[in-house]
T-cell receptor
Framework: GDSVTQMEGPVTLSEEAFLTINCTYT??????LFWYVQYPGEGLQLLLK?????DKGSNKGFEATYRKETTSFHLEKGSVQVSDSAVYFC????????????FGGGTRVLVKP | DAGVTQSPTHLIKTRGQQVTLRCSPK?????VSWYQQALGQGPQFIFQ???????QRGNFPDRFSGHQFPNYSSELNVNALLLGDSALYLC?????????????FGPGTRLTVT
């Protein structure tokens, strides 16, 4: 089955710092890739997605590029805000599997003023 | 347009009891998935329902069962509760089709087993 490896947190940053969260995956075939974000006390929200190799997903200043050759989907943001403090999850999915998501342990990000 | 809704928000049960959690999918969505998220961990897939049938299942015991109704809403039932069942239970929905549709998540139900 699919699996995900994310860098362990917590990642602590100052406001306006550059953020990178590494994600590598193991999956059969050609998965779609997602980043979800979970704010404290809430469910998961889709942050961005990419459906094929070399696609770049972007949203709210976050970006990630689907790198099939390295099976990676690293998340980046150029200038973080306190409001970006959350847990971030990388997840592959397959249309043929009903879009079931496989999550890793997530990466907690704490942005300090 | 209401998103995915779940009830109740919080629940406290005793070991050995049974619990039912409820989920209403986002309008236009016909597939519902359930996930269990233990504290500090990522969500784990429990099962998925489509057309009122369980379409696929994760590595969870038979104590976990579900149902989907004709209006696409769903229930998750857990029997003989264990302390280890304490977790946030997330419901997610998506439309069925040929696209790589993302799943939309509800706010979750926090279950505490004492």
């Amino acid at each position: 089955g699919d699996s995900v490896t994310q860098m362990e947190g917590p990642v602590t940053l100052s406001e306006e710092a550059f953020l990178t969260i590494n994600c590598t995956y193991t999956a059969t075939g050609y998965p779609s890739l997602f980043w979800y974000v979970q704010y404290p006390g809430e469910g998961l929200q889709l942050l961005l997605k990419a459906t094929k190799a070399d696609d770049k997903g972007s949203n709210k200043g976050f970006e990630a590029t689907y790198r099939k050759e390295t099976t990676s989907f690293h998340l980046e943001k150029g200038s973080v805000q306190v409001s970006d403090s959350a847990v971030y999850f990388c997840a592959p999915t397959h249309r043929a599997a009903g879009n079931k998501l496989t999550f890793g342990g997530g990466t907690r990000v704490l942005v300090k003023p | 347009d209401a998103g995915v809704t779940q009830s109740p928000t919080h629940l406290i049960k005793t070991r050995g009891q049974q619990v039912t959690l409820r989920c209403s999918p986002k309008s236009g969505h016909d597939t519902v998935s359930w996930y269990q998220q233990a504290l500090g961990q990522g969500p784990q897939f429990i099962f998925q329902y489509y057309e009122e049938e369980e379409r696929q299942r994760g590595n969870f015991p038979d104590r976990f069962s579900g149902h989907q109704f004709p209006n696409y809403s769903s229930e998750l039932n857990v029997n003989a509760l264990l302390l280890g069942d304490s977790a946030l239970y997330l419901c997610a929905s998506n439309p069925t089709g040929t696209g790589a549709y993302e799943q939309y998540f509800g706010p979750g139900t926090r279950l505490t087993v004492t």
